[in-house]
């Protein structure tokens, strides 16, 4: 196995996750939850090439395709993969993530049109949840919660409580930094609260390696960083980017994605502005702001 290979970890009898690495732009996480007669799915992929990958290795796990797949949130690397594998299977999301999927599109074609995404068929959840719902396999419980606007605003948390096990989606970014630019810089903070409060010792993340919750406080410790960030900028009238180019990143300098941390001062701005959480940015901004973050060079979708 090369370091660029996805890989499964069992942390449970039955339960899996598929990582891929590094966890850049594009490589997301998924996972899979089997009684051995029915399998559930935790998102899918960026491109048809990955989903087909992912549904082989769940075929040579040795446990049925699954009958349901939940979406974490719409975002393109976790729900590209959709159509490979319904009809068959049942698509389940929080109400605003089937909306947010739908207006989204190709949008991940928009912003790399030079990835190879194969042929992606724009599937939405066919069932949506408000708040929380649970689905049983065999004597697995598998609770689907949404946190209210943190990364997105149709975010769903995966708990299973009998196995300690939580697939966080992008709530937690392993080794990465956050993203909130869809979200909200003070919902993802009440979000690492609920997260605590499930007391689960294995965090899957939505990309990077599997961790634990540790990964909740340093997510915690940047997200207060970009706050503290985005007052003294704000107040000084520096723009978001200006207010970036002059960070100090400290221990947050070696983590993935640095460049993130424009888009998420353009999203504390907002919400010190007074803002609704989760109200639409201008992302075409956004991006062009993260490219001048990242050298100049666009930022590149890795799958």
Known sequence: ?????????????????????????????????????????????????????????IAGAGVPLPRTVVNTHHHGDHTYGNAVFAPEALILGHDNARTEQIAAGHQLELIWPAT???????????????????????????????????????????????????FTGDLVFAEGTPFLAMGSLAGSLRALELLRSLDAETVVPGHGPLTDPSAYEATERYLRYVAELAREGRAKGLTPLETAQGADLGEFAAWRESERLVANVHRAYAELAGEPEGVPLNILAVLQDMTVMNGGTPILCHA
């Open 1 to 57: 196995m090369t370091a660029e290979e996805p890989y499964l970890v069992q942390p449970a009898a039955g339960v899996y996750a598929y990582v891929q690495p590094d966890g850049g732009w594009c490589l997301n996480n998924a996972g899979f939850v089997s009684d051995g007669g029915r399998t559930l799915l935790i998102d899918t992929a960026a491109t048809e090439r990955r989903a087909l990958a992912l549904r082989e290795a």
């Open 116 to 166: 190879d995404f194969g042929s992606v068929e724009i599937t939405a959840p066919d069932l949506t949840y408000n708040d929380r719902t649970t689905l049983h396999l065999g004597g697995t419980e598998v609770r689907v919660i949404h946190p209210g606007v943190a990364h997105t605003t149709g975010d769903s948390i995966v708990y299973l409580p009998r196995q300690g096990i939580v």
